[in-house]
C-alpha cells in the first residue's frame, strides 16, 4: 500500500505527508471547496467506527471525501473507492493532507474484493459505505440526475460505463419500463407512465432530463408536494447503475473482510436499499436458522456478525435543517464476531 506518496485511481501521484491536522468536526474549511457535498450522519459514523490511530478503515464510496476526512482526521488510515472519476479526483486533493494515512482507489463497491487484493490489504477494522447520490451529482445539470435542471438524460455514476438513462427510456419495451418503475421505484403509475413515454419517444427520442420531468408529469396525476418524477428517476437511476445487486454483492463480501471487532456502517436512502441491508444484516447476526419443515432450529453458517443498531439510526432535526438531504438517510451498523 502506498501510503505516502498521494494516491489516485490505482496509482500513486504526488502529494504530501506528515502529520494528520487537528480534527474539524464542523468541516468548516472545506464548504467552500469546489466539489464540496455535505456529508451524512457524520458525527453517528465516527462514533460508531471508532476511527483511531492503527485502524485501517475502507471507505467504498469516497465522495466529496467528507466520511474519510473525519475518520483520517482521528488517526485512522483509509482505503477509499469510488466509480466516479470527478469525484475521486476532487476528493483526493482535498484529502492531501492526509496523504500518509490515505490511498484512493477507483472502481465500484461492488468489486471492492479484487481492486483491494491488489494492493496487499487483507483486512479493516471499519468498512462505510453510503449508497446516496453526491450533492455534486445532483446540482450538476450535465450528469442529469435532477429532474429540476435541464440536461442530457444520463444518470451514470460511472461516466464510462457504457448504458445512460437514455439508452433505457428510448431503446427498453414498455414492459420492461413498467418493471423498472414499479421495481426500483415503487411508482404506482408505472404502466400510465411507461406508455406515455413510448409513445412519446415514437415521435422524438427523449434525450434530457426535462423532456422526460415533463412526459412523467403530464401522464401522472398531482402527489402533494412531491414532483411526479421523483420515483421515475430514482427507478432509472438504480437501473442504470445497478445499484441493488451492487449492494447485494458488497453486502455479501464485506464481512470476511471485517477483522474481529470491526465494524460494517451502511448508509441508504430510500427504503428498497435499506430493507436489503436490514435483512441481510439480520440474517448474517443470527445464530440459528429456523424452518417450519424442519424439525429443530439449526446452526446458521454465515452468522459472522452482530447487530450494533438494533434501530436504524436517523439524521437529528439539528442535520436536517443544515442538510436537507439527511432526512431521508439511515444508518446500520454491524460488528465482526471473534474468529
Known sequence: ???????????????????????DPTGSSTRNLPFY???VLLAEVVSLLQPAPGKLIFDGTLGGGGHSEALLQHGARVVAMDQDLNA???ATERLKPFAAQFCALRGNFRNFPQIVEETGVSGFDGMLVDIGVSSHQLDDAARGFSFMKDG???????????????DIVNTESEAELVRIFF???????????????????????IQTTLQLADIVSAASPKRGKRHPATLVFQALRIA??????ALHDFLAAAPRWLKPGGRLAVISFHSLEDRIVKQTLQHLSAPFIDRPEWPEARKN????????????????????????RARSAVLRVAERLPS
Not at 442530457?152 to 437514455?166: G, I, N
Request: glycine share 8%; aromatic share 2%.
Open 240 to 245: 442504470v447503475n445497478d445499484e441493488l445487486a
Open 88 to 90: 475521486l479526483k476532487h
Open 183 to 205: 421495481e426500483y421505484g415503487e411508482e404506482s403509475n408505472a404502466r400510465r407512465i411507461a406508455r406515455a413515454i413510448v409513445k412519446a419517444r415514437n415521435a422524438r427520442l
Open 1 to 23: 500500500m502506498p501510503w505516502g506518496r498521494g494516491t489516485l485511481v490505482t496509482r500513486p501521484g504526488a502529494g504530501g505527508g506528515g502529520e494528520p491536522p487537528e480534527p
Open 152 to 166: 442530457p438524460l444520463d444518470l451514470r455514476m460511472d461516466t464510462e460505463s457504457p448504458r445512460s438513462a437514455a
Open 301 to 324: 453458517p454465515d452468522c459472522l456478525l452482530k447487530l450494533v443498531t438494533r434501530k436504524p439510526v436517523q439524521a437529528t432535526p439539528q442535520e436536517i435543517e443544515l442538510n436537507p
Open 37 to 39: 457535498h455535505a456529508p
